[in-house]
């Protein structure tokens, strides 16, 4: 059974920075897509990056320039540094994987991701 735990979220001012974990347990990420998304309140979810097997990434506008995700694939672990926060990034931040032939801006879909952690929450005020 593949299970996803985020941790790593928190409070933290305008400007500041945190580093999301999702720990993959025995899912490997050979063939697959692995991503992050959020939701805000009163909001639909959105992507925010993506990582395929080939390492290749994907930012959303608004994380571009300032988040960076990352996977250890001998710890089975996907990471999102985020630097440069803004309020307007509070949100349940959500890591996703899928079992994918394709990459690259496949890994974008949200459709794909059929395997989903509980969430982090990461609030940015003063």
């Known amino acids: 059974q593949v299970r996803l735990e985020e941790s790593g979220g928190g409070s933290v001012q305008p400007g500041g920075s945190l580093r999301l974990v999702c720990a993959e347990g025995?899912?490997?990420?050979?063939?697959?897509?692995m991503a992050w998304f959020r939701q805000a309140p009163g909001k639909e979810r959105e992507g925010v990056a993506s990582?395929?097997?080939?390492?290749?990434?994907q930012y959303s506008h608004s994380a571009k320039g300032r988040f960076t995700i990352s996977h250890d694939n001998a710890k089975n672990i996907m990471y999102l540094q985020m630097n440069s926060l803004k309020p307007e990034d509070t949100a349940m931040y959500y890591c996703?994987?899928?079992?994918?032939?394709?990459?690259?801006?496949?890994?974008?879909?949200?459709?794909?991701?059929?395997?989903w952690g509980q969430g982090t929450q990461v609030t940015v005020s003063f």
């Open positions: 996703a994987a899928a079992r994918s032939p394709l990459g690259g801006n496949w890994c974008t879909r949200e459709a794909i991701y059929t395997y």
């Open positions: 025995q899912y490997t990420a050979i063939g697959s897509c």
């Open positions: 990582i395929d097997s080939t390492g290749r990434t």
